[in-house]
């Protein structure tokens, strides 16, 4: 293993996955030919699909399915939690039998900004744009754009053309 990465032993690299310094990854599944930028966190039960690329300090977290030809941008942070607590009612830290993992699903095709965050329990869909440093709290439809905080609709994709309306 190379000194500068953190690759559990469960991990699922695919084909020719090209890994950076400096990242940490754990019972995850990484498909083919995707890369992984530098300083990138990817837990357990995420999964990433073919042919990505997953920028420089982006955090992936539990419950995160990347569908194939995806791209994420810099410092990209995804959540899991709705209502995240440290403790218990009764005070004591919270264990994973305390909270319940909420999905988040990124389509085929879909762009991420850099900077962006993305809420728990929503979907971006197929090849549609979240813009950069943008806060996605609500599910994206396939062939849009999307920006700001919150993120809103700014325009379409037109699907025959590939250009913008």
């Known amino acids: 293993m190379n000194l500068y990465q953190c690759v559990a032993e469960d991990v699922e690299l695919g084909r020719d996955v ?5 990242i940490n990854l754990y019972g995850c599944r990484i498909g083919d030919e ?6 990138v966190e990817i ?7 073919r042919r990505c690329k997953i920028s420089s300090h982006t955090f992936v977290c539990e419950g995160v399915e990347i569908e194939d ?3 994420v941008g810099h410092g990209v942070v995804f959540i899991n939690d709705t209502y995240p607590r440290a ?49 996605v709290t609500r ?11 919150p993120a809103k609709l700014r325009r379409s994709i037109e699907k025959q053309s590939g250009k913008t309306q």
């Open 18 to 22: 090209k890994l950076s310094k400096f």
């Open 34 to 39: 995707t890369k992984i930028g530098a300083f």
């Open 43 to 49: 837990q357990k039960g995420a999964s990433i699909g």
């Open 69 to 71: 030809n995806v791209f």
């Open 87 to 135: 403790t218990t009612s009764a005070g004591e830290l919270q264990t994973d039998a305390d909270w319940k993992v909420e999905r988040t699903r990124v389509c085929k095709g879909a762009s991420i900004g850099s900077g962006a965050t993305i809420l728990a329990n929503l979907t971006i869909g197929e090849n549609a744009i979240v813009g950069a440093g943008s806060v």
């Open 139 to 149: 599910d994206v439809p396939a062939n849009a754009i999307v920006a700001g905080n």
